[in-house]
């Protein structure tokens, strides 16, 4: 599944419950793939040192995908998702920190497959 995970120091008491179930139809229009596919992650209460503090909100992230991201698309993205993320727990922009990592379908697997495998059964 395309996946973001989200490490933050904001008291998970303070995350909306929803905010998974929101996040969603984002990622899926930003990354051009079906709501279905995503799966998003959270933890909240981590110990973040960010820029040399850990006081403030905080929150590092990965976005992984087989496909759709590159130089032009990640612009894009990171801005949806840093928006998004400010709004939504209150961590400020300069205080978020995300990667990519575009995946090969043979390095990620569902259902005890991997994509690779399932697309070439589905041929
Ligand atoms: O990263 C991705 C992972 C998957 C799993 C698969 C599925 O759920 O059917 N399709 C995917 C697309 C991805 O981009």
């Known amino acids: 599944m395309p996946c973001l995970k989200i490490l933050t120091n904001i008291p998970k008491s303070q995350i909306p419950r929803d905010f998974v179930d929101k996040i969603i139809p ?3 229009k930003i990354l051009k793939k079906p709501e279905n596919k995503f799966t998003c992650v959270i933890s909240g209460d981590c110990y973040i040192s960010f820029a040399g503090e850990s ?3 905080g929150a590092t992230a990965t976005l992984e995908s087989i496909g759709n991201l ?3 698309e990640n612009r894009v993205i990171v801005k949806e998702l840093t928006d998004f993320i400010e709004k939504e727990i209150g961590v400020h922009r300069d205080r978020f920190f995300l990667t990519f990592y ?4 043979y390095n990620v697997a569902k259902s005890g497959v991997t994509v ?3 697309s070439e059964s589905q041929k």
């Open 26 to 28: 984002l990622l899926a």
């Open 55 to 57: 006081k403030s909100p």
């Open 70 to 72: 590159g130089p032009n």
């Open 102 to 105: 575009d995946l090969s379908s």
């Open 116 to 118: 690779e495998a399932a």
